[in-house]
């Protein structure tokens, strides 16, 4: 049987849940947010894992005879993998730094203001 | 009490997406994707397939994209707008290694970041992967010297300009092309991996890479500095 | 015209541009700001205006590859809207927050343009990894122009805000990852069409991934916890372009994604969490004392009502424009009312007293947000939330009516709560915008402006044209309110001239009398006490400038009400009538809490007949002339719940605890108007629509009992309790409340029997109760005018000193009483005629009785007030002012012309009665004696012979007068006890006290109790409800989590 | 069929010490080590990705993911405090 990617998308899985694990149970602001970043990574892995056929390489046409008749162009797209997923996951890894940037800006301002990173001081308003 | 529930909560998530592995067995291409691993090349004669998606045609997202990273650096510029008043304990200065390394490594890792987001059309990388190096050449020279004059305008004119070039190279292509952001009538498709191929893509990843650049590296300048002085500009 | 899709392009490149062409200086970069927003504002216009007139929307493809290859954008008739909507808010907020910035720098506007680009891309865009993108964008933006408020409060709620957004976007990631595996492609449309077809285990739970991402993203119950705290934390001119902007575009997003969701379970699912987010947020809101906080919930509330109609909209053209005037109504009234807030500074709703003393504009805008927000008409508001009703009730969908009735009236009570605090007199603490530029009010005052020209266009084309007296009467005082110049003085005059023109005009072209049909009899009835108010009110001064504005805003509604033939159009009049009403209470000295009591009983009431108005328009009928159709149960329900309506609002026993504080603490010229015409309303009400519902008799354990019968009883108890309670009152305008209300409970029990005859009887003592309670109100406001008290401890022996007022009060008792000579007998005689006729004994022995006590309390109104020695402090005491003695001496005329020429009303009266129920009540022998079964009356005869009897006993006094002795009031010599106080010595202190301990046990008044209780618990709910929101930012994401299991666990995950 | 031949040894490797190294950086006390083992976890995911042959995105993952990421991670902890500390 050839090998699927329950492997991957096994590992996926668990550092989504371990970046949720720090999101909720920890209390320390920059745990939280580095939470968040793992649980990013981990979507991401699953998202290109999904796009993964096995024995196929990247989709990336490197030799002229790949295209130069139409049953030519059949054969390519029968070698790559899915780049549609690839796509979107760059356009993911980029909004994950860009939130992350903001979180730490908010971190490092709540740090400034409340003078500890314990996200419990941090519940004032509330009912 | 609440972080066993937390736990429990997040065992049952897990089991909840394991239910989903099952979807994501290999099962060949989509109708979409097969037609841009069929005719990708054909349609921009670019070698990279990911990079004709990701500028062409799905050129609008990578616009999002652009708009989404420039958006975060001013947003933390914004939040880290007011004086911290952070004690600001002087960091160790770097060892003469770091420095001199820094000012012999800096040209050639901006050269690598340029020649990836020039390339990004033949090899893997592009816009992104590029600007980040660049980032990082710039991180080399602030962690020699914390206070390294950064050309505050420089970076701030390309970010702005690269930007306006994005949308420039879209609006010709709703000018020429028929569509925002069409690869058509405006660069010759050239021959398939050469330098100058894929008609636009190459000129508007060029634009990402060098805003990315500049963006980032005025990130690092601002989170940087984010204790000492009010940040004006 | 120009490609929608430079909207997103243009704006975007100036964003790119700014903090280059901030080096220019800072005054370019926001007039460049200022210009792309306009510029986007403009297309959008454009556009809306061409799609509006039948242009084919937009079509946009990216990249030159047509959707499923490329992304597609489409710019229909809501986008365009949506759009324009978008780049308005934004523009406006960008002026108010030039005002507003701490610390400026070019990246807030980059950060506000770059926010609006998001919300036109999430409106455009049919790609579903591109909504997910311009999500971020939006997201972000949200996150970053956070930050802008006070310090710390800002900060924490952005971050919370900011942590349930990075859960919600990794769920919607997934979910469009998986839906992308599963259908091979990401465009909106062609995904919807090719997922039925997956029939592979686990779309259901990818389906539920994405719903919850976006739920969370809306921050629906139970993850609306951030979404309030930003609200309490941040800046309100911020939360303004938030609402304006992104909140719809996400609403509108979940709208087209729901295109993905076929089947009931989901459509179940959606309406259920939108609907309880509706209820538990106002339920939760009625415990803030925090001004933005309460916003915030009522913001999670609208949210959750947009949410729930979403499934119903689905090609629905009713339910999709009551969704387009809720949105948009919430947008105006919201942002402006967070502008309001930013300007006022009013952390707590106490600090709000007497808001904005020096702009009337201010003030004016305001109250109309605040009703706006609440649904009143005219503003869009209202209309959308009626077209929802009617959508839902043509589906049969009660579940849901009942629900959504509840919480309208949950909002209700809490804007009124903050409104009361706004209404009392500006102190020394009241705030005002001081010296706001012009920027920060423009959007307020362009928000509040449209609301209102949007609400009156509206109102016009259900009132039949912008021509009908009543509008015309609604604009008039709208311009009295406005225009500050016009003194108070002339504002009664302009009122006077408006109904007696109207009136004139009626008797004119309405053939003959008018008084033929019921409507007819009714606009008399109203313009004529309006009338008489109006010349009071050029004597009688009036505290507040905005009085005669909304008088006239009140007369006209009644019109509208009165003569408009659709059920829209009388329910559209009767909230009109009950806000600007409840605005008139509220403007007496300590008016505004009996004015708070007021609203949220006429609020019920309003809910009840909506409820019954719904029952009809569910079974197809929209006009007033249909009711007749309705059959069988329907017939039952809405007669009970319109009936109910109108019962609350006359203020029947048990429901009455709001009416004589109303009637007492309301402004002394208007209470004759509240007691006199606003009270006939719901006899109108039963009346007209009522009465048409042939209401099967309900088959209960005692046989068939008649809810007519029931009705006639709630009448009946209501004139027996409210004349008992009035006799014990120490206090002269309380005294007259109660004496009112229990009056009409009379008229009530006459309309009640359905017969012709207790029809005349009843809509003869409308008229005379009019009469005569106007003039006792009227004589005892010259009095208090003069006296400056209303306690009869403090008055005595003003016979002398106002004479004209006595007579005034002697000729008013009379009628009311019941006593031969005066119009008043011939109403009890009829009415106890028609009583007995009918067959109801036990009624008629308790109205009777109720009758005799009523002479009691006339006795004791004329005894304490004239009667007795003069005090020594009203020697001097002048005579009530001319004009107001000119009113009374008019309804005297009234009142001596009904009793000596009854004629001259039952002969109309006949006729009308007659084509109500095809046979006169009386006949008329010869031109006088009036006849019925039981027995004959002459009016003329009775008359002559008082008058006889009247002159001797004149003759006598006048002659024995001057011989007696007069003593001082105060020689009285104690041996040696404490003197008790003053009051205590006046003759007519407790003057039935002995009555008073034998009724006793019944006067306890329960009813006060128990409302008080429904308040308690109510707010003990409200009190508990909230404190599941901690502030703490993971357990908001906790309930994020869980929210998702709950729903999986809910079988939805297939 | 044991486990290890149906996915080959190295990726079951990487896998193992991403997980771990996760699991490091949620647990770890010491805020540096926590940021340090988060670069890890990046960088071994940038590797998995050519496992899967996502070149782009392997080096979009190494650039910014393990690079800009934990650097400003870095940044972050600087400003702030370097060890959790145990609250009640």
New interface residues.
């Given amino acids: 049987m050839m090998a699927g990617n329950e492997l991957y998308v096994g590992t996926a899985i668990g550092l989504i849940v371990i970046g949720f694990v720090a999101v909720l149970t920890r209390r320390n602001l920059l745990k939280i947010v580095l939470g968040f970043s793992i649980a990013d990574t981990g979507v991401n892995l699953l998202i290109v894992s999904l796009g993964w056929l096995p024995g196929r390489t990247a989709p990336i046409v490197d030799d002229p005879s790949m295209f130069s008749d139409r049953a030519a162009l059949a054969v390519n797209a029968a070698r790559v993998v899915d780049p549609v997923p690839q796509a979107l996951v760059l356009t993911a890894i980029v909004i994950g730094v860009g939130v992350t940037a903001l979180m730490l800006a908010y971190v490092i301002r709540l740090y400034a203001v409340g003078g500890t990173l314990d996200v419990r001081q941090f519940g004032r308003l509330k009912w | 009490m609440k972080q066993i529930v937390a736990v429990v909560a997040l065992a049952t998530l897990a089991i909840l997406l394991w239910q989903l592995a099952p979807i994501a067995m290999p099962s060949g291409l989509g109708v979409v994707a097969q037609h841009y691993a069929e005719h990708g090349v054909q349609d921009n004669r670019g070698a990279n397939l990911v990079t004709s998606v990701v500028v062409n045609y799905r050129g609008f997202d990578t616009l999002g994209e652009v708009t989404v990273l420039f958006l975060s650096v001013s947003g933390a510029a914004f939040v880290l707008r007011r004086r911290t008043g952070l004690e600001v304990h002087e960091p160790r200065r770097a060892s003469e290694i770091v420095r001199t390394g820094a000012r012999l490594l800096f040209a050639p890792i901006v050269l690598f970041g340029t020649y990836i987001f020039v390339h990004g059309h033949l090899t893997p990388g592009g816009g992104f992967q590029g600007g980040a190096v660049v980032a990082s050449g710039v991180l080399l020279l602030l962690l020699a010297n914390k206070d390294h004059p950064l050309p505050h305008g420089f970076l701030s004119w390309t970010e702005s300009l690269s930007g306006l070039g994005f949308v420039a190279a879209g609006l010709a292509g709703l000018w020429a092309g028929g569509s925002f952001l069409a690869n058509r009538g405006i660069l010759p498709l050239g021959t398939w991996n050469q330098l100058f191929s894929a008609g636009v893509i190459p000129v508007i990843y060029t634009f990402v890479g060098l805003k990315v650049g500049s963006e980032l590296a005025t990130l690092l300048d601002v989170m940087m500095h984010a204790a000492d002085e009010e940040v004006h500009q | 015209m120009v ?1 929608p ?1 430079l909207l997103i ?1 243009v704006s ?2 100036v ?6 062409v ?2 220019l200086g800072r005054g370019v970069s926001r007039t460049v700001h200022l210009l792309t927003l306009a510029f986007g504002m403009l297309v959008s216009f454009r556009w809306l205006a061409a799609l509006a007139a039948g242009a084919q929307p937009a079509r ?6 047509p959707p ?4 597609n954008l489409f710019f229909g008739p809501l986008e365009a809207a949506l759009a324009a909507l978008a780049f308005t808010t934004a523009l406006v907020a960008a002026l108010y927050l030039a005002h507003h910035e ?2 400026p ?4 506007l ?2 506000q343009l ?1 926010l609006v ?2 919300a036109v ?1 999430l409106i455009m ?1 049919r ?1 579903l ?2 909504t997910f ?2 999500l ?2 939006t ?3 949200t ?3 956070l ?1 802008f408020g006070r ?3 800002s ?6 805000y ?2 349930l957004g ?2 919600a ?2 769920f919607i ?2 979910g ?3 839906l ?7 465009n909106l449309d062609d995904m919807a069409g090719r997922l039925p077809a997956v029939a ?4 259901g ?2 389906l539920l991934l994405l719903l919850v991402g976006l739920m969370a993203e809306l921050k629906l119950f139970p993850l609306n916890g951030p979404a309030i ?1 930003i609200y ?2 941040g800046e309100p001119g911020v939360m303004a372009l938030l609402v304006g902007t992104t909140v719809n575009a996400v609403l509108f997003t979940f709208f087209k994604v729901l295109s993905l969701y076929r089947g009931d379970a989901w459509a179940l699912a959606v309406s259920t969490v939108g609907m309880v987010t509706f209820v538990v947020a106002n339920l939760l809101a009625i415990r803030q004392t925090r001004v933005r ?1 309460m916003l915030g919930y009522s913001s999670s509330a609208q949210l959750g009502l947009l949410v729930f109609l979403l499934p119903f909209v689905r090609g629905e053209v009713v339910l999709m424009s009551a969704m387009a005037l809720l949105l948009l109504n919430h947008t105006l009234a919201k942002a402006g009312l967070l502008w309001l807030a930013g300007l006022h500074g009013g952390e707590r709703l106490e600090d709000w007293r007497g808001a904005f003393p020096d702009s009337v504009a201010l003030r004016v805008s305001l109250g109309a947000l605040i009703l706006a927000m609440v649904g009143m008409p005219p503003f869009p508001g209202f209309w959308g939330k009626w077209q929802a009703l009617v959508g839902l009730a043509r589906s049969d969908a009660w579940p849901w009516i009942v629900p959504l009735l509840v919480g309208s009236l949950l909002e209700l009570v809490y804007y009124f709560g903050w409104y009361r605090h706004i209404l009392e007199p500006a102190g020394e603490g009241s705030r005002g915008a001081g010296r706001a530029a012009f920027a920060e009010v423009a959007g307020i005052l362009l928000f509040a402006g449209t609301a209102l020209a949007l609400g009156v266009r509206m109102t016009a084309g259900i009132w039949g044209g912008p021509a009908s007296p009543a509008l015309l009467l609604g604009l008039v005082g709208l311009v009295l309110l406005l225009v500050r110049a016009i003194p108070v003085k002339a504002g009664a005059a302009v009122s006077l001239a408006a109904t007696a023109w109207i009136l004139v005009r009626m008797f004119l072209s309405g053939g003959g009398c008018p008084l033929w049909n019921v409507q007819g009899f009714f606009v008399v009835v109203t313009l004529g006490g309006a009338l008489v108010i109006s010349l009071a009110g050029l004597g009688l001064p009036v505290e507040r400038r905005s009085f005669w504005g909304l008088f006239l805003i009140l007369v006209g509604s009644i019109l509208g009400l009165i003569t408009s033939p659709s059920l829209l159009g009388f329910f559209v009049g009767w909230e009109l009538m009950t806000w600007s009403s409840y605005l008139l209470v509220s403007q007496g000295r300590k008016g505004t809490r009996p004015g708070f009591l007021y609203m949220l009983f006429s609020g019920a009431a309003g809910f009840l007949i909506l409820g019954g108005l719904m029952v009809a328009e569910g079974a197809g009928v929209d006009a007033i002339g249909g009711l007749v159709q309705l059959g069988g149960g329907a017939a039952l329900a809405a007669w009970t719940l319109v009936a109910a309506g109108f019962a609350v609002k006359v203020a029947s026993l048990g429901v009455h605890i709001w009416a004589p504080d109303a009637y007492a603490e309301s402004p002394d010229l208007f209470t004759p108007f509240l007691s006199g015409v606003i009270s006939k309303i719901p006899i109108f009400g039963l009346a007209v629509v009522a009465a048409r519902i042939a209401a099967p008799s309900l088959h209960t354990v005692a046989g068939a009992l008649e809810p007519v019968h029931v009705l006639a009883w709630v009448g009946g108890l209501t004139a027996f309790g409210m004349t008992l309670l009035a006799v014990f009152q120490e206090d002269a305008k309380r005294l007259l409340a109660y004496s009112s209300v229990g009056q009409v409970g009379y008229i009530v029990a006459a309309l009640a029997i359905m017969s012709p005859l207790g029809w005349t009887a009843g809509l003869w003592h409308v008229v005379n109760h009019l009469l005569f309670k106007g003039l006792l109100f009227l004589a005892v406001a010259g009095v208090v005018y003069r006296t400056g008290t209303r306690r009869f401890a403090d008055m005595g022996g003003l016979i002398t000193r106002m004479p004209v007022s006595f007579v005034s009060v002697l000729i008013g008792i009379i009628a009311l009483s019941g006593v031969p000579p005066l119009s008043g007998f011939a109403g009890k005689w009829l009415l106890y005629e028609a009583l007995m006729e009918r067959g109801w004994l036990l009624l008629t022995a308790a109205l009777m009785f109720a009758s005799v006590i009523a002479f009691l309390y006339c006795f004791r109104l004329i005894h304490s007030i004239f009667l007795g020695q003069l005090k020594p402090e009203h020697r001097e005491l002048r005579e009530a002012p001319p004009a107001l003695l000119a009113a009374q001496v008019l309804l005297m005329a009234g009142i001596m012309v009904l009793s000596v020429w009854p004629q001259a009303l039952l002969d109309p009266l006949q006729r009308l009665v007659g084509a109500t129920f095809g046979a006169a009540g009386l006949e008329l022998e010869g031109a006088l004696t009036l006849t019925t079964s039981f027995g004959y009356f002459n009016a003329v005869a009775i008359m002559t012979l008082v008058a006889v009897l009247f002159v001797v006993l004149l003759a006598f006094l006048l002659f024995a007068g001057p011989r007696s002795k007069k003593i001082r009031q105060l020689d009285i010599v104690y041996a040696a006890e404490v003197p008790p106080p003053p009051e205590e010595l006046h003759y007519a202190w407790a003057f039935f006290k002995p009555y008073e301990r034998a009724f006793a046990p019944i006067l306890r008044s329960a009813a006060t109790a128990f409302w008080k209780g429904v308040g308690e618990v109510t707010g003990a709910l409200g009190e508990a409800g ?2 599941i ?7 908001y ?2 309930y994020a ?2 929210f ?2 709950v729903l ?1 666990g809910l079988g939805l ?1 297939g | 069929m044991d486990i290890v031949t149906l996915f080959n040894l190295e990726d079951l490797l990487i896998c193992a010490v991403i997980l771990v190294a996760a699991l490091g950086a949620v647990l770890h006390r010491n805020l540096l080590a926590a940021v340090v083992f988060a670069g890890v976890v990046s960088l071994a995911v940038s590797y998995l990705f050519l496992r899967l042959s996502a070149p782009d995105v392997a080096m979009t993952e190494a650039a910014i993911g393990a690079g800009i990421t934990t650097v400003i991670f870095l940044i972050a902890v600087r400003r702030t405090e370097e060890v959790e500390r145990e609250e009640p």
């Fill in positions: 490609n899709i392009a975007l490149g964003a790119f541009l700014l903090p280059v901030d080096r946009i493809i990216t990249g030159g590859w499923p290859l490329g992304i701490q610390v720098t070019v990246k807030s980059v950060i770059v680009v998001g891309g865009t790609d990894f591109n993108v311009f971020e964008i997201g972000i933006g996150y970053a122009i930050s310090e710390r409060e900060l924490e709620s952005g971050f919370k900011m942590a990075s859960v976007s990794i990631l997934l469009v990852a998986f992308y595996k599963l259908t091979g492609t990401l592979v285990a686990g779309v739970t990818v705290d309490d934390g906080r909230r404190r929101y901690t502030g703490d930012a993971q357990t994401m906790l989590m869980l998702i299991l999986a995950a």
